[in-house]
């Protein structure tokens, strides 16, 4: 593990002490959530009369839930708020496996409750036609569903992040959380350290000593080593940053909380829509704690 430390400082790419100490207080009061919203669910996993639905929400819905769940406090530990030290390329790579399964599974809650309400209802569409905003499904999803769904913020989400997100993970360009970010003067030095270091490394020197060679090796390593002392980590992740794919970065901790909020809204809506249509009955849970 890197073990060097960052330069601090007050800039847009560091949280306030204040963030960091709201943003974990509502990871804990997601995690204690997140216990109620999977217990409602599987209760009207029971309460479903057709056996594919049933596994729709158990199988579909309550494994992502849990997915979700897993991916955000495997980024906050492997990425904590008041982390020091430098990111490695590694735990960078690990950020974007958990982000990867992050947005695949989020996205995919909602594909899956379209099918438990098509399902449930009796009715056949052919896959292609359902979806949380197909026409076609939307004819069997309870009314208070669909007032949800037509909400325009849950509209915007889905359609400028949830779905770009989604589709790029799955097609295009995946999300990734740099390794480092730079100030232009930090940036400006670590091109001419990149520059001296490869011709340090690729020189073609006649005759060269093995001390010489000792000597140049060692010189690169030194100017590797003010490399990597350069810039701090990021704290913003995004699609790409170049070209016609590029996209505004989006920060990442906060990001995360609040699309799991978005899937306990969703999940919840969704069990209350499906018994106020059905007349089921809603389960006592009593409060429940995990922190």
Not at 150 to 160: G, L
Not at 249 to 275: K, S, V
Not at 276 to 281: K, N
Request: aromatic content about 10%; proline content about 4%.
């Amino acid at each position: 593990m890197d073990q060097r430390e960052q330069s601090t400082g007050d800039d847009a790419n560091e949280y306030s002490a204040k963030h960091a100490r709201d943003f974990m207080k509502e990871v804990r009061t997601l995690r204690n959530a997140q216990v109620t919203v999977q217990i409602d669910l599987y209760s009207l996993a029971g309460q479903l009369k057709v056996p594919r639905a049933r596994t729709f929400a158990n199988e579909g819905i309550g494994r992502r839930l849990q997915l979700i769940e897993r991916a955000v406090n495997n980024i906050y530990r492997i990425y904590p708020l008041n982390k020091k030290t430098f990111l490695t390329k590694d735990e960078c790579i690990d950020i974007a496996i958990q982000m990867h399964a992050f947005v695949i599974n989020l996205y995919a809650l909602f594909d899956n409750i379209a099918w438990v309400c098509i399902l449930e209802s009796g009715q056949q569409l052919a896959p292609l036609k359902i979806g949380p905003f197909k026409s076609e499904s939307q004819r069997f999803f309870p009314k208070r569903l669909k007032e949800y769904l037509a909400q325009e913020t849950v509209k915007t989400w889905f359609d400028d992040y949830g779905k770009l997100y989604r589709d790029s993970t799955a097609h295009r360009i995946a999300p990734y959380l740099p390794s480092r970010v730079y100030t232009a003067e930090d940036g400006n030095r670590w091109q001419e350290l990149n520059e001296e270091s490869m011709q340090t490394l690729c020189a073609t020197v006649s005759c060269e000593t093995r001390h010489e060679v000792d000597e140049r090796l060692e010189k690169h390593e030194s100017i590797e080593r003010e490399k990597e002392s350069l810039g701090r980590n990021s704290i913003m992740m995004a699609l790409s940053l170049i070209g016609d794919d590029a996209s505004p970065p989006i920060y990442m901790h906060p990001q995360l909380i609040c699309d799991w909020g978005l899937a306990h809204e969703l999940i919840t809506t969704f069990t209350e829509a499906m018994r106020e249509q059905y007349g089921w009955s809603k389960p006592k849970i009593p409060p429940i704690a995990v922190n």
